[in-house]
């Protein structure tokens, strides 16, 4: 057995108590980092190796009392100690980092030259999943069957199948990619863009960026949006994309909030020239304030920002960190390097421009 330097790492429950074999063989101590921001036993002393505030911790954002503002302070919590020079590397539990929670956390990594990472493709599967189950969802009229069980009516629908249709993925990254994946399995064919539009695998056809996404949605029975947000992407699925799009096609958002133009959304579903539907885990505010009328849409599908959310992509998510650290312990590059594009924000953020150059 490799024999590693002693590392000390931090992190939120349940990662210490949940995988002793991994850390026994690491040579790694793991302190438990509190939801209110402390650390058990500290003496204000230690220098931890890494960092990693695991998705459970979101269940801050739903305690009533706590909320949005509880979560915001345990990540200030871990950028205080990176600016203090106490921790060396925070991994972010997220594929996207537009999100200001995160911000304190990516601002002081880069100030202090500190490593960060974060986790792009781990929540391919589940997202695929969800993104391929919504789709079956509409095409077998599954909410008009459970309605007529509701009312005792028993009438045969007519439905379509996938096979044939085609979807269009709108950001081919970790996530698209594997929508790719599961709609080939299903007899669809695939459209997508990205910024290189090389060709990649169970797409039938790259676009690039720069072809403009009313191309790419021409045609569409589907448009999946998958895009990092980015000063770039926000906004980008407007009016002249939506009326691109097919009168009976759905639109998918399980990117940001922000890619979706909300009033130019809004009008496309109200009117009966616009689109089909819509299924949207994501939105600009989040929670989803009662007072929207998406809310009261009847083509519209929303789910609470959980289409990542199952079992197995909690513990991909936890093993993700621990291989980092065994790459820590091994000398090696960490993966999920956040890229300097990712990072603007944040440093912006505080109203500061130091050069972006994480290690």
């Keep these: 057995m490799a024999s590693f330097p002693a590392l000390r790492l931090l992190a939120t429950a349940p990662l210490r108590d949940d995988y002793g074999d991994d850390w026994k063989a690491l040579n790694a101590e793991v302190s438990t980092l509190n939801l209110d921001g402390t650390i058990a036993g500290d003496d204000g002393s230690t220098v931890f190796d890494g960092a990693f505030i695991s998705a459970e911790a979101f269940a801050l954002f739903f305690t009533p009392g706590k909320g949005k503002p509880a979560l915001c302070a345990l990540y200030d919590a871990v950028g205080a100690l990176v600016a203090a020079g106490r921790v060396k590397w925070a991994h972010l539990c997220a594929s996207g980092l537009d999100v200001p929670i995160f911000f304190s956390v990516m601002h002081a990594c ?16 589940p997202m695929g999943e969800y993104v391929l189950a919504h789709m079956l969802s509409i095409n077998r009229r599954l909410p008009e069957h459970a309605e007529n069980q509701r009312r005792k009516v028993y009438k045969p629908l007519m439905q379509k199948e996938l096979t044939g249709c085609t979807v269009a993925i709108v950001g081919a990254g970790g996530i698209g990619a594997e929508v790719a994946r599961l709609c080939k399995a299903f007899g669809m064919r695939v459209v997508g863009t990205r910024r290189r539009a090389a060709p990649a695998p169970n797409f039938d056809a790259m676009m690039p960026a720069d072809a403009g996404l009313e191309a790419v949605v021409d045609g569409a029975d589907f448009v999946v949006v998958a895009l990092p947000h980015t000063p770039a992407t926000r906004r980008c699925v407007g009016a002249s994309v939506l009326a691109a799009m097919k009168p009976d096609a759905w639109l998918v958002n399980v990117s940001r909030g922000g890619v979706v133009d909300d009033a130019a959304l809004f009008a496309a579903l109200k009117d009966d020239a616009g689109i089909a539907g819509a299924v949207l885990d994501v939105f600009s505010t989040e929670p989803l304030p009662s007072e929207s009328e998406l809310w009261d849409l009847p083509n519209v599908v929303i789910t609470p920002h959980d289409s990542y959310k199952t079992t197995r992509a909690a513990v991909d998510n936890h093993r993700y960190w621990i291989d980092n650290v065994a790459r820590v312990a091994r000398g090696e590059a960490l993966l999920g390097a956040v890229a300097a594009e990712f990072l ?5 953020s505080a109203g500061s421009t130091p050069d972006i150059t994480i290690k």
């Design 110 to 125: 880069v100030e202090r030259n500190a490593k960060i990472t974060h986790c792009p493709g781990v929540y391919g599967r």
């Design 344 to 348: 603007k924000p944040a440093v912006e």
